[in-house]
C-alpha cells in the first residue's frame, strides 16, 4: 500500500471526504452534492450555459473579488487604526514599509474591478435578456447589490485619510444635503416644522446623519468604517445568498425557452 | 529643463515595450490572416493575388521597427521625433475640446455602432478598431497632459474598461447578429447547438479554477505594477481643485452641471435605480430571454445601451479625464490651468418668457417680489412646461404613436415606463437648451432651493 493510499483510506481522510476522487462519472456527480463548497453548483449543466462567450464569466468573477476584498480587508483591519491621529499613518506605512502592505493594493485594485465587474455582469444578463420571467426578483436582488458594491467602495474611499479619500467624501455626501424634505439645503425642507422651528437643520440633516457631523471628521471616518468592514459587507453577503438560491431555484443559469 | 517633458526616458522605454507587444499581436494576427483571409482578390489592380496577410507582416514589421526606435531613442528623448506634433494636439483639442462636441461625437457613435453592426463585427475590421485605439492611445502617451490624467493609478481601470466594454459589445454584437440571421431563415439558435448536458465537474469547476488562479495572479501583478494612490494628509483649509467624487459616481457629477444637487445627486440616482429595478416588470417581450438577439428587442436594447454607453459611462469619461480645475473643460492634450475662464451666462426659462417683448410690453417684465403667489406666477411657464412634459405627454404618447406599447401594457405600467422614459431624456434636453439657448433652469424658485 503506497503512503497516498494509505492516507485515503485513513479514517481521518474518509470522515472529511466521504468518497472516492471524482474520477469517475459516478463520483463526479456525488461530489457536488456531498461538498459543501461545490453544492452551490447544479450537478450537470447545459454546455453552452457555462460557455465563456456567453456568461463572459463577469458574475464569478465579482463573486471572487467580493472574496478578495474580505480576505485583504480582514487582513487590513489587523493594522489600521480609524482614528484622525493613525488612520493615514497607517496606510502610509502599509505603503512604505510594512510587509504585506500590498494587501493595501490588492485591496483598492479589487475594488475598483469589482465595481466594473458588477456592470459588465448587469450588461451580459441584461443583453441576454436573463432577466425576463422566472428570473424578474433575482434582477431586483441584483440591483441591490450594485447600490450595496458602490456603497462598499464609497465608505472605503475615506479610510486612508487623505486629501483625495476626505474631498471625494465631500463631494459625494455634499449631494445629502439637498435631500428633498430631509436635506438642510434641499427642496420642501421648511415643511417639516414644529411651531415655526426648522426639524431639518444642518444640525439635523441627511447630511449629518450620515456624516456623524456637519463636516467629514473623526465621527465620520468612525462610521464610514464600520459601514465599510461590517454593517454593508453583512448584508452583502446575505443578498449574495439569496441571489445564488434563485439562480438555482429560478431555473438555473439562463438558456434559449 | 522643461517642466513637463513630452517625453522622458523611461516613457520612451515604456512605449517601446508597449509597441513590441502591439507586434506581437500583429505577428500572431498575421498568421491567422495566412490561414483564413485568403488573397485579395485579382480584380484589384495593382494589389490583386497579394495573399492579405502580407499586409499584416508589413504592419507588424513597421510595428518592430517603431519599437526599436523607442528603445534606443533614450539617450536624448527631448528631440526624439516619433511623438505627436504640437500642431495636431492644438487642432485636435480645438475642435473637440467641448462637452458639445464630445457628447454630439459619442451619440454619433452609438448609432453608428448599432447601424453599422454589421460592418464592425467582421474580425478584420474590428482589429483595425483595436489597432487604431491602440496607436491613438500609444501616440497621445508622448503628450505630457495626457499621461498625468490617463496614467493616474485610479484612471487606470477606467482605461481598461473602455476596452473590455469595446471588447464585450464586439461579442454581444456578433452573437445576436447571428443570431438574428438564423432566427430569419428559421433555423435553431446559436446557444441551441451543441447544447448537450454535461457534468459541473469537470467542465465547469476547472473553468473556475482557472479563472480564480488568473484573477489573483493579475491582481498581484498589478498591485506590484501600481501603487494606489495616496496623497497629503487630510487637511479642511486646502480644497483640491477639482474636487471630485470616485470615478464611478462622475457620472453623476457631470450631471451637476445641468441640474441641481437635489435632483442630480438624490432624485435621479433613485429613479436611475429604481428604473433598472423595474426593467423585467416593463419589458413585456418575451422574446431573447437566454439568447443574444438584436432585432426582436431593438427598442430594449437600445435604450438600455444608450443609458449605459453614452449616458453613463462617457459621462464618466468626460467627468474623470476632461473635467479640471473649476470643472472646465479641457482638451487631452491641454494643460490643466487653474485660470481658465469659461464664460457661463445662463438664463432661466422665466426671465426669457416675461422678457418677452410682448408680454414685457403688456406685464412690465418679470414679477418681483418673495410671496408665494408671484413666486408661482413668476414661473408659471417652467411649472406648466414640466406638469406637461411629465403629466399630459404620457397619455398622448399612450394614445397616439405608442398606442401599441399601452394596450399591451395596460395604464399603470405604461405611465410608469414613459416616465422612466422622459427622466432619461431630461438630461440630453436639458443639455441641448443649455447649449443653444443658455437655459438655466426650466423652473428657478432658489428661494425654495427648488431648482429644475
Known sequence: MSPGEYIRNSQIWRSIFRHPAPTDRRNRVVVMLTNFFLHLHPVSIKQQGIALSYTWCMGGITFFLFLVETITGVLLMFYYRPTLEWAFADIQALRDVQTLGIMREIHRWGAHAMVITVWLHMYRVFLTGSYKPPREFNWVIGVLLLVLTLLLSFTGYLLPWDQLAVWAITVGSNMARAHPFLGSEGPGYQLLNLGGYDLITPGSDAKFILLGGRFVGEATLNRFYILHCVAIPLVVAGLIAIHFWRVRKDGGISQPL | ?452
Request: proline residues 7%; hydrophobic residues 55%; charged residues 15%.
Open chain 2, 1 to 452: 529643463m522643461d517642466p513637463h517633458p513630452d517625453l522622458t526616458s523611461s516613457v520612451l522605454t515604456g512605449l517601446g515595450w508597449y509597441y513590441l507587444i502591439m507586434c506581437v499581436m500583429n505577428v500572431l494576427w498575421t498568421v491567422r490572416s495566412y490561414r483564413v483571409d485568403g488573397q485579395v482578390p485579382k480584380s484589384v489592380p495593382w494589389i490583386g493575388g497579394i495573399p492579405v496577410a502580407a499586409f499584416w507582416a508589413s504592419f507588424s514589421a513597421l510595428l518592430m521597427m517603431v519599437s526599436v526606435a523607442y528603445f534606443t531613442g533614450t539617450r536624448s528623448p527631448e528631440t526624439f521625433p516619433l511623438r505627436l506634433p504640437d500642431s495636431f494636439k492644438d487642432s485636435f483639442d480645438a475642435v473637440t475640446a467641448n462637452p458639445v462636441v464630445f457628447f454630439a461625437l459619442s451619440v454619433v457613435g452609438f448609432v453608428a455602432m448599432i447601424l453599422l453592426r454589421r460592418i464592425w463585427i467582421k474580425d478584420t475590421v474590428a482589429w483595425l478598431l483595436l489597432n487604431g485605439a491602440l496607436l491613438f492611445m500609444g501616440l497621445s502617451m508622448t503628450d505630457w497632459d495626457f499621461r498625468q490624467i490617463v496614467g493616474k493609478p485610479d484612471n487606470v481601470p477606467i482605461v481598461g474598461m473602455l476596452f473590455i466594454l469595446g471588447f464585450l459589445t464586439w461579442i454581444y454584437f456578433r452573437r445576436a447578429v447571428d443570431n438574428d440571421d438564423r432566427i430569419a431563415a428559421g433555423q435553431p439558435l446559436y446557444e441551441q447547438e451543441d447544447n448537450e448536458k454535461v457534468l459541473v465537474w469537470p467542465d465547469l469547476v476547472y473553468t473556475e479554477l482557472i479563472c480564480m488562479v488568473l484573477l489573483t495572479a493579475l491582481l498581484i501583478f498589478w498591485g506590484i505594477a501600481l501603487k494606489a494612490p495616496l496623497e497629503e494628509p487630510a487637511s479642511s483649509v486646502k480644497t483640491p481643485n477639482p474636487s471630485k467624487a470616485p470615478w464611478y459616481f462622475l457620472g453623476l457629477q457631470e450631471m451637476l452641471v445641468y441640474f441641481d444637487p437635489w435632483l442630480a445627486g438624490v432624485v435621479m440616482p433613485m429613479i436611475i435605480l429604481g428604473g433598472l429595478m423595474a426593467i423585467p416588470y416593463i419589458d413585456f417581450n418575451r422574446a431573447g430571454n437566454g439568447y443574444y438577439c438584436f432585432r426582436d428587442r431593438a427598442f430594449a436594447v437600445s435604450t438600455f445601451l444608450f443609458g449605459f454607453l453614452p449616458l453613463w459611462v462617457a459621462m464618466i469619461v468626460l467627468g474623470t479625464f476632461l473635467r479640471g480645475p473649476n470643472w472646465n473643460f479641457f482638451g487631452i492634450y491641454e494643460l490643466w490651468d487653474v485660470h481658465k475662464v469659461e464664460s457661463a451666462n445662463n438664463v432661466n426659462l422665466s426671465e426669457y418668457f416675461w422678457e418677452w417683448p410682448l408680454f414685457r410690453s403688456i406685464y412690465g417684465g418679470i414679477p418681483r417680489g418673495g410671496d408665494v403667489g408671484t413666486i408661482l406666477i413668476r414661473e408659471s411657464p417652467g411649472i406648466v412646461a414640466m406638469i406637461a412634459y411629465f403629466a399630459l405627454l404620457p397619455p398622448i404618447l399612450g394614445l397616439t404613436i405608442l398606442r401599441r406599447f399601452m394596450a399591451r401594457m395596460g395604464v399603470i405600467r405604461f405611465m410608469v415606463f414613459s416616465n422612466l422614459i422622459l427622466w432619461m431624456a431630461i438630461l440630453p434636453i436639458k443639455m441641448l437648451l443649455r447649449w443653444t439657448v443658455s437655459l438655466k433652469y426650466i423652473v428657478g424658485i432658489p428661494e425654495w432651493f427648488f431648482n429644475i
